[in-house]
């Protein structure tokens, strides 16, 4: 026992000093001109998926704005849609024009008048924004794969005689193709050629694109690939870039939202949450499906306050974007099994700080497993088919009876639906829960436990993980004076006395407490 109590020890000093030195790095560089965006709650949309307005069985915009009354009916306050410029794929990530919507979803006309009605009923408009990469189809690569002379060539990156191209890219895939005599940059996929930010005339093209969006009313940008831009190797090279986006977009409207799309270490997304409003947090994502699925909070104690520090200490107007999966992974409620685990995930979600990002389908419980397409699936409006229903694909996880209709959903109080806005009107109505900050409270891996303060307003949440009814005592920090009223929960609190709460919780289940 001491021998582990020592390398703890040890492994706790080592992790310190690295900490510290990594920070008094961090503080040197210039702090951003950024206002705190936080108090939103999102819902990612795929609109191939959503709602079809005019029977092709593609989702679409205008099906979307007819169905701004659901969106608005969950409680969220703000909406990210993905890829909806005009491109060849089912998913968008591969644009061949940024200034036109797709056709299969509409017009421009038809998005304006969407975010027109959307920012009426008080709901923000992010849109996904690709930029570190075409689709091998955008008239740019054309000409530029084309023709050597073209103003376009440059805006690619084309291997030199030193390249070696059998070398992988940092994704570990294969990064140079050829066309004609020579070979492009592709970290991707072949059909995805990298653009190359060395040249003044891309940087520029992907400010005015950003202009002409927010200048249609969209609130800001989900940016897609962020870390990628450069090579790994030249990292600053891909952050200064950012800075310099950031400063437009900011430039053109005070208060866009950015949040990016960084999948790696902590200590890479700090480096971009110096920049950007929001990164999402990945690694909290996946703590959260684990500790749900295996039933131990142990990782999420670990992490939670040193992520939450760490962003605060490198940019203070920094807003957490936590999600529990989004389109690039399997359904969370594929991973997580069940009703009961799905809403203790739900309801962590949306306790924790940040702005939480819900994945369309995930308040209804929606299936899928990779490949992509079927994480991707037909929203499920109702129990059989009807008008607005989309059927682009077959839907293979969502079909049967197991997966409730949102039909059928609405009519049960029960149902993971309600839960939902349940817990986002809740969410809102709190400001502790909203816009406070955190303080775990360390107890057993079989719950989990915080604080979250707001000026003088606390809250302590209180989740037992584990499917039986649990009963214990915890000692609450000496700052975390509280009446020991629950407001929220199924459980109950036996006794407050001296800093020491005793309660029950039912299982996977959870209290709040003010
Ligand atoms: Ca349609």
Same mark, same amino acid.
């Given at each position: 026992?001491?021998?582990?109590? &020592?390398?703890?020890?040890?492994?706790?000093?080592?992790?310190?000093?690295?900490?510290?030195?990594?920070?008094?790095?961090?503080?040197?560089?210039?702090?951003?001109?950024?206002?705190?965006?936080?108090?939103?709650?999102?819902?990612?949309?795929?609109?191939?998926?959503?709602?079809?307005?005019?029977?092709?069985?593609?989702?679409?915009?205008?099906?979307?704005?007819?169905?701004?009354?659901?969106?608005?009916?969950?409680?969220?306050? $703000?909406?990210?849609?993905?890829?909806?410029?005009?491109?060849?794929?089912?998913?968008?990530?591969?644009?061949?024009?940024?200034?036109?919507?797709?056709? #299969? @979803?509409?017009?421009?006309?038809?998005?304006?008048?969407?975010?027109?009605?959307?920012?009426?009923?008080?709901?923000?408009?992010?849109?996904?924004?690709?930029? %570190?990469?075409?689709?091998?189809?955008?008239?740019?690569?054309?000409? $530029?794969?084309?023709?050597?002379?073209?103003?376009?060539?440059?805006?690619?990156?084309?291997?030199?005689?030193?390249?070696?191209? #059998?070398?992988?890219?940092?994704?570990?895939?294969?990064?140079? @193709?050829?066309?004609?005599?020579?070979?492009? %940059?592709?970290?991707?996929?072949?059909?995805?050629? #990298?653009?190359?930010?060395?040249?003044?005339?891309?940087?520029?093209?992907?400010?005015?694109? $950003?202009?002409?969006?927010?200048?249609?009313?969209?609130?800001?940008?989900?940016?897609?690939?962020?870390?990628? *831009?450069?090579?790994?190797? &030249?990292?600053?090279?891909?952050?200064?870039?950012?800075?310099?986006?950031?400063?437009?977009?900011?430039?053109?409207?005070?208060?866009?939202?950015?949040?990016?799309?960084?999948?790696?270490?902590?200590?890479?997304? $700090?480096?971009?949450?110096?920049?950007?409003?929001?990164?999402?947090?990945? *690694?909290?994502?996946?703590?959260?499906?684990?500790?749900?699925?295996?039933?131990?909070?142990?990782?999420?104690?670990?992490?939670?306050?040193?992520?939450?520090?760490?962003?605060?200490?490198?940019?203070?107007?920094?807003?957490?974007?936590?999600?529990?999966?989004?389109?690039?992974?399997?359904?969370?409620?594929?991973?997580?099994?069940?009703?009961?685990?799905?809403?203790?995930?739900?309801?962590?979600?949306?306790?924790?700080?940040?702005?939480?990002?819900?994945?369309?389908?995930?308040?209804?419980?929606?299936?899928?497993?990779?490949?992509?397409?079927?994480? &991707?699936?037909?929203?499920?409006?109702?129990?059989?088919?009807?008008?607005?229903?989309?059927?682009?694909?077959?839907?293979?996880?969502?079909?049967?009876?197991?997966?409730?209709?949102?039909?059928?959903?609405?009519?049960?109080?029960?149902?993971?639906? %309600?839960?939902?806005?349940?817990?986002?009107?809740? &969410?809102?109505?709190?400001?502790?829960?909203?816009?406070?900050?955190?303080?775990?409270?360390?107890?057993?891996? #079989?719950?989990?436990?915080?604080?979250?303060?707001?000026?003088?307003?606390?809250?302590?949440?209180?989740?037992?993980?584990?499917?039986?009814?649990?009963?214990?005592?915890?000692?609450?920090?000496?700052?975390?004076?509280?009446?020991?009223?629950?407001?929220?929960?199924?459980?109950?609190?036996?006794?407050?006395?001296?800093?020491?709460?005793?309660?029950?919780?039912?299982?996977?289940?959870?209290?709040?407490?003010?």
């Amino acid at each position: 026992m001491k021998r582990i109590l &020592r390398y703890i020890l040890i492994f706790a000093i080592v992790f310190l000093i690295g900490l510290s030195s990594f920070l008094a790095g961090l503080s040197n560089s210039q702090s951003p001109v950024q206002t705190k965006k936080d108090g939103l709650i999102f819902y990612e949309v795929f609109v191939r998926s959503f709602y079809d307005s005019n029977g092709d069985g593609i989702g679409d915009i205008n099906g979307l704005a007819e169905k701004l009354p659901y969106i608005k009916s969950l409680g969220v306050n $703000a909406i990210w849609l993905m890829p909806i410029f005009e491109s060849p794929s089912y998913h968008g990530y591969d644009v061949t024009n940024y200034y036109k919507v797709n056709p #299969d @979803y509409g017009t421009n006309e038809d998005f304006v008048n969407f975010i027109k009605k959307a920012h009426k009923m008080g709901i923000k408009v992010i849109i996904d924004m690709m930029i %570190n990469h075409t689709s091998s189809k955008h008239p740019w690569f054309i000409e $530029a794969s084309s023709n050597k002379n073209s103003k376009y060539r440059n805006y690619y990156i084309w291997a030199t005689p030193n390249t070696n191209l #059998d070398e992988p890219s940092e994704l570990g895939t294969r990064q140079w @193709y050829k066309k004609g005599d020579s070979y492009y %940059n592709a970290i991707f996929w072949s059909e995805m050629p #990298d653009l190359n930010f060395d040249n003044k005339a891309v940087r520029e093209e992907m400010k005015k694109i $950003a202009k002409f969006w927010l200048e249609k009313g969209v609130d800001g940008f989900r940016l897609d690939a962020a870390k990628h *831009i450069y090579p790994l190797s &030249r990292e600053k090279d891909t952050l200064v870039w950012w800075e310099e986006y950031a400063k437009f977009c900011r430039s053109i409207k005070k208060d866009v939202y950015l949040v990016a799309e960084v999948w790696d270490s902590l200590q890479r997304i $700090a480096q971009y949450a110096k920049i950007f409003d929001s990164c999402f947090n990945f *690694i909290i994502a996946q703590n959260i499906i684990e500790g749900v699925i295996y039933e131990n909070t142990q990782t999420l104690q670990n992490n939670l306050s040193s992520i939450y520090n760490l962003y605060k200490n490198v940019n203070p107007q920094f807003v957490d974007a936590p999600f529990l999966t989004n389109h690039d992974m399997n359904r969370a409620y594929t991973e997580i099994g069940s009703n009961s685990k799905m809403k203790l995930a739900a309801a962590l979600l949306l306790t924790l700080p940040g702005n939480p990002f819900i994945y369309y389908g995930e308040e209804i419980g929606m299936k899928g497993q990779k490949p992509d397409e079927y994480i &991707r699936e037909p929203f499920k409006w109702y129990e059989t088919w009807k008008k607005g229903q989309t059927n682009w694909e077959m839907s293979l996880y969502n079909s049967g009876p197991d997966v409730a209709s949102v039909e059928k959903q609405e009519k049960d109080k029960n149902s993971l639906l %309600n839960f939902y806005r349940d817990m986002i009107s809740f &969410r809102k109505k709190n400001l502790p829960l909203l816009k406070g900050d955190f303080q775990l409270i360390k107890t057993s891996f #079989d719950i989990l436990s915080f604080a979250r303060v707001y000026n003088n307003q606390k809250m302590v949440v209180i989740f037992n993980f584990t499917g039986k009814e649990l009963s214990k005592t915890i000692n609450l920090p000496s700052n975390i004076n509280i009446t020991g009223k629950t407001v929220k929960g199924s459980g109950k609190i036996l006794s407050l006395k001296n800093g020491k709460l005793s309660f029950s919780i039912k299982p996977y289940s959870f209290i709040i407490i003010n």
